[in-house]
Nanobody, 121 residues
Framework: QVQLVESGGGLVQPGGSLKLSCAASGSIFNINAMGWYRQAPGKQRELVAKITSTGSVNYADYVEGRFTISRDNAKNTVYLQMSSLKPEDTAVYYC???????????????WGQGTQVTVSS
């Protein structure tokens, strides 16, 4: 009943920029938080950034000011603006959302299908 659709991935050169987006749709009462995780080959999935419904943000240390997460609550959409990209940023990026589907429902976690980001010359 809830679907997360990601877009914006692709191939960029080192030092380039890319903007990812993720839109949540379906039966949604409230989105508590949305965020981005990534997983490189042979590595575990790790947090990139997350943002709550009130605007509080949390970034991984390796972001080092290069990424910016934002959210459009009216559109149930989260964005990740990535700049100064490095080859080590290459990974599949996954959208994550914590959603309450009704006033009486508990919070549940949902994942997008993932979008490939490749940083290479």
């Amino acid at each position: 009943q809830v679907q997360l659709v990601e877009s914006g991935g692709g191939l960029v050169q080192p030092g380039g920029s890319l903007k990812l987006s993720c839109a949540a749709s379906g039966s949604i009462f409230n989105i508590n938080a949305m965020g981005w995780y990534r997983q490189a080959p042979g590595k575990q999935r790790e947090l990139v950034a997350k943002i709550t419904s009130t605007g509080s943000v949390n970034y991984a240390d390796y972001v080092e000011g290069r990424f910016t997460i934002s959210r459009d609550n009216a559109k149930n959409t989260v964005y990740l603006q990535m700049s100064s990209l490095k080859p080590e940023d290459t990974a599949v990026y996954y959208c994550n959302a914590v959603i309450r589907r009704s006033a009486l429902s508990p919070l549940r976690e949902y994942w997008g299908q993932g979008t490939q980001v490749t940083v290479s010359s």
